[in-house]
């Protein structure tokens, strides 16, 4: 079996708002074989960016566009061809866009494993774990207080155990907050779980603060406080904090997610399978396991992201939580023909071989962005 074909298929909401919410466009990987076989994946990063990676030409050995690179290729070695990718990108790669792109034909060419083992993914991971896990419903801030509260009584009406809320307006001062995050407890009672995202808003010695104001609210975990690259600053937060430490959904690379356990010392690891792939994310997993973390995926994109982190979550042994993101955005919701079934706050893994989810035709047609 060989590659024929990559397509990088870049979908758009008409009317995008100005804030943090990457549910409103997407970028899907189709790899295409002379099987007949078909896999998708999809990459969380700038689409235009990734998609530009992906049909780049070849320029030497070590800059060349991902497309050209797996050409005639069998879908099926799929650690060989994350080695020559990585390889075959060192000048312009090694982190960021280029390795997110990665992810989304690493995801593609295991769901092309999948089928032609009639395995689900899962299986091929190393086994499965579980066949199920808790969702905790992802949400952005509203811009009121009163918005806010309607979406986490609706998250717990749905069934879900876990909310989460993150990003804008939050962070801009402790008065404001503490409104936020007192109504969001007061809605959701005392038996259910908050995950608290601080969208990058603060510094060390802020979240230091914050938290100790926060103890009351019985967080479950204080979620990117601080830059990305600050580990000196997580690392002085996540000594100061009673509460867990969550971070890692900007990073990408093995190296960083190590530098954000060893140096940063967060407690919860999250791994975005559409910017590290299948492939990356079990090291990254293993290497959190070795060193006493867990592990829960970032999603705030598309039924094809929903589908790979459940697969990964259900293969590994150090699991805690998946993100389920419930942005209204058609994109993010109705990608699927039959998505990932979630009841009652819990998902369950497909059965079918590969993902066990294809995109609809319709909503790739209803949203592409034609060049």
Same mark, same amino acid.
């Given at each position: ?11 758009? /909401? ?13 970028? !899907? ?7 007949? /076989? ?31 690179? /797996?050409?005639?290729?069998?879908? /099926? ?20 866009a280029t390795i997110q792109a990665m992810a989304g034909v690493d995801i593609a060419l ?17 086994? =499965?774990?579980?066949?199920?896990? +808790? ?13 806010? =509260? ?22 801009? &001062?402790?008065?404001? &907050? ?21 969208? @990058? ?5 802020t979240t230091l603060q914050r938290a100790r104001l926060f103890e009351p609210y019985r ?22 904090? !009673? ?8 990073? %990408? ?7 954000l356990i060893d140096e940063g010392g967060i407690d919860i690891v999250q791994i975005d !399978?559409?910017? %590290?792939? #299948? ?23 598309? &039924? ?7 697969? #990964?979550? %259900? ?33 369950? @893994?497909?059965?079918?071989?590969? @993902? ?13 962005? +034609?060049?």
């Amino acid at each position: 079996m060989k590659i024929t074909d990559v397509q990088a298929i870049y979908l758009r /909401l008409p009317e995008i708002q100005q804030r943090t919410d990457s549910s409103q466009d997407a970028l !899907l990987v189709k790899v295409t074989t002379d099987a007949g /076989l078909v896999g998708w994946g999809e990459v969380d990063g700038c689409p235009p960016v990734a998609k530009a990676v992906i049909d780049a030409g070849y320029s030497h050995t070590q800059v060349n566009g991902l497309r050209a690179i /797996l050409l005639g290729e069998d879908p /099926l070695d799929t650690t060989r061809l994350w080695n020559k990718m990585y390889q075959s990108t060192l000048y312009f790669g090694r982190s960021g866009a280029t390795i997110q792109a990665m992810a989304g034909v690493d995801i593609a060419l295991w769901d092309i494993k999948g089928k032609a083992l009639g395995q689900p993914i899962a299986t091929l991971l190393g086994g =499965v774990q579980r066949n199920t896990m +808790r969702v905790y419903s992802s949400n952005m801030f509203q811009f009121t207080v009163e918005a806010t =509260v309607e979406r986490a009584k609706r998250a717990i009406d749905t069934g879900h155990s876990a909310v989460k809320f993150g990003w804008e307006p939050f962070g801009r &001062d402790a008065a404001t &907050d503490l409104r936020y995050v007192e109504a969001v407890r007061r809605a959701i009672g005392e038996d259910n779980d908050f995950m608290l995202d601080v969208g @990058l808003a603060w510094d060390a010695k802020t979240t230091l603060q914050r938290a100790r104001l926060f103890e009351p609210y019985r967080l479950f975990w204080i979620e990117e406080p601080l830059p990305p690259d600050d580990y000196s600053g997580y690392a002085r937060v996540s000594r100061g904090c !009673l509460q867990h430490i969550a971070a890692g959904e900007q990073e %990408c690379s093995v190296v960083g997610f190590e530098r954000l356990i060893d140096e940063g010392g967060i407690d919860i690891v999250q791994i975005d !399978l559409t910017r %590290c792939g #299948f492939t990356q994310a079990m090291r990254i997993a293993a290497y959190a396991q070795r060193r006493g973390r867990k592990v829960c995926n970032h999603n705030f994109t598309t &039924d094809i992201n929903t589908a790979a982190s459940l697969h #990964f979550l %259900c293969a590994i042994e150090n699991a805690l939580v998946m993100e389920y993101c419930v942005e209204p955005s058609e994109i993010s919701r109705h990608l699927a023909k039959r998505p990932v079934t979630i009841r009652d706050g819990v998902a369950h @893994l497909p059965q079918e071989p590969g @993902l066990g989810v294809e995109p609809n035709p319709e909503i790739i047609e209803k949203y592409l962005v +034609r060049a």
